[in-house]
């Protein structure tokens, strides 16, 4: 039997329970779907931001010292649009994000950036292309979502694997099914 894993929550240890409800509150929307105390004593808030997903982010009280290294690698969180992106980006800053990072990938449009406690955030889209990974570039929101658009196909259509984005999950799908 083949399994198709999907990732359908994140559970994090923080040290400031009231600074990450409201940094995931207000930077990404998610809104708090229960909380309260767990097994050992540690708190936890459960947050989503899809209404078919219970939680798709717990926020664990007792995150120990982890001496600057931090395991977690990024939580990615996907978005709806340009302007959403341009708006996770301005409400990270004012809410003490660091490290802001707007990468083109051509196959999506991100934002990176540390939050309060320092892990690493990814709020993306895709775009129409797919290009193979890793492909990473500048990516200038101040531009109009058609600059962004046209940009990354004529950063990207030279490469040998660009392809629609649809063909590219039709040819996933196939594998998938084998």
């Known amino acids: ?11 994090i240890y923080i040290k400031d ?24 004593g540690a708190y936890l808030t459960f947050m989503s931001g899809n209404q078919n997903n219970h939680h798709q982010l717990v926020l ?4 120990p010292d982890t001496s600057g290294f ?15 992106l341009r708006e996770v980006q301005k409400r990270a800053l004012a809410l003490g994000a660091s ?6 990938h051509g ?10 406690e320092g ?4 709020a993306y889209l895709d775009t129409p292309f797919h290009v193979s990974q890793p492909h990473g570039e500048f990516l200038d929101l101040s531009k109009s979502d058609d600059e962004i658009l046209r940009e990354t196909e004529a950063s990207c259509r030279p490469d040998p694997s660009f392809m629609p984005f649809k063909d590219f999950t039709r ?5 998938l099914a084998h």
């Open 119 to 122: 892990n690493t955030v990814e």
């Open 99 to 104: 490290d802001m990072r707007p990468v083109n």
């Open 171 to 175: 040819s996933l799908g196939e594998r």
């Open 70 to 84: 931090n395991p977690i690698q990024q939580m990615s969180f996907m978005i709806d649009s340009l302007a959403d």
């Open 107 to 116: 196959n999506a449009w991100s934002v990176y950036f540390k939050d309060p």
């Open 60 to 63: 664990v009280s007792g995150r």
């Open 17 to 40: 329970r009231d600074v990450m409800r409201r940094f995931y509150t207000e930077v990404l929307g998610l809104v708090v779907t229960d909380q309260g105390e767990g097994r050992g």
């Open 1 to 11: 039997m083949t399994i198709h894993a999907r990732l359908a929550h994140m559970g």
